[in-house]
Antibody
Framework: DVKLVESGGGLVKPGGSLKLSCAAS????????MSWVRQTPEKRLEWVAT????????YYPDSVKGRFTISRDNAKNTLYLQMSSLKSEDTAMYYC??????????????WGQGTTLTVSS | DIVLTQSPASLAVSLGQRATISCKAS??????????MNWYQQKPGQPPKLLIY???NLESGIPARFSGSGSGTDFTLNIHPVEEEDAATYYC?????????FGGGTKLEIK
């Protein structure tokens, strides 16, 4: 079975940094594009970052570009999200997702249970 | 960015009846003959779960009472017949254009 387990969430002060991890198992991790999606306390879902299977390409929305960095270690089957210059609006549950390719686009076919980030002074 | 507007925000449907949820995109999510609209179900305390991808394709393991339709800017998720376990919040999401965006969600209550 596909399993995605996030870790690393916590309470951080505004302007601080944090690194999230996602341990993957049950599939060939190195063959899949992976993403992070967050859900705010108001339950709004927001795409945060995507990385290609080999890690060569990364994509971000403007809201986190320059502050967040997605990376992966295919030898360790682990996805990461380095977050810096954190703001209160980054407070959310962060989900790791596996991206499945269909046609010429992707969708999020598997989700982890999430890890919570709270940005507050 | 493509804005996805879901309606209604909430609905209550009797057991065995049909639930219909609409998702309207601010611009087309079609490309090369496919419509890149996806639907997810989320129950309290759980992550979202993929139901439908590319507008009308049922994800493996999802009951056939779930169906999706639409193209361009107008999409619909239907659930028929509704069961108790379908009580959840449903989200549409477009993957045609960066940034990927989600609708605001529709909460389904079973009467």
């Amino acid at each position: 079975d596909v399993k995605l387990v996030e870790s690393g969430g916590g309470l951080v002060k505004p302007g601080g940094s944090l690194k999230l991890s996602c341990a993957a198992s049950g599939f060939t991790f190195s063959s899949y594009t992976m993403s992070w999606v967050r859900q705010t306390p108001e339950k709004r879902l927001e795409w945060v970052a995507t990385i290609s299977s080999a890690g060569s390409y990364t994509y971000y929305p403007d809201s986190v570009k320059g502050r967040f960095t997605i990376s992966r270690d295919n030898a360790k089957n682990t996805l990461y999200l380095q977050m810096s210059s954190l703001k209160s609006e980054d407070t959310a549950m962060y989900y790791c997702t596996r991206d499945y390719y269909y046609g010429s686009r992707y969708y999020f076919d598997c989700w982890g249970q999430g890890t919570t980030l709270t940005v507050s002074s | 960015d493509i804005v996805l507007t879901q309606s209604p925000a909430s609905l209550a449907v009797s057991l065995g009846q049909r639930a219909t949820i609409s998702c309207k995109a601010s611009q087309s999510v079609d490309y090369d003959g496919d419509s890149y609209m996806n639907w997810y179900q989320q129950k309290p305390g759980q992550p979202p779960k993929l139901l439908i991808y590319a507008a009308s394709n049922l994800e493996s393991g999802i009951p056939a009472r779930f169906s999706g339709s639409g193209s361009g800017t107008d999409f619909t998720l239907n659930i028929h017949p509704v069961e108790e376990e379908d009580a959840a919040t449903y989200y549409c999401q477009q993957s045609n254009e960066d940034p990927y965006t989600f609708g605001g969600g529709t909460k389904l209550e079973i009467k």
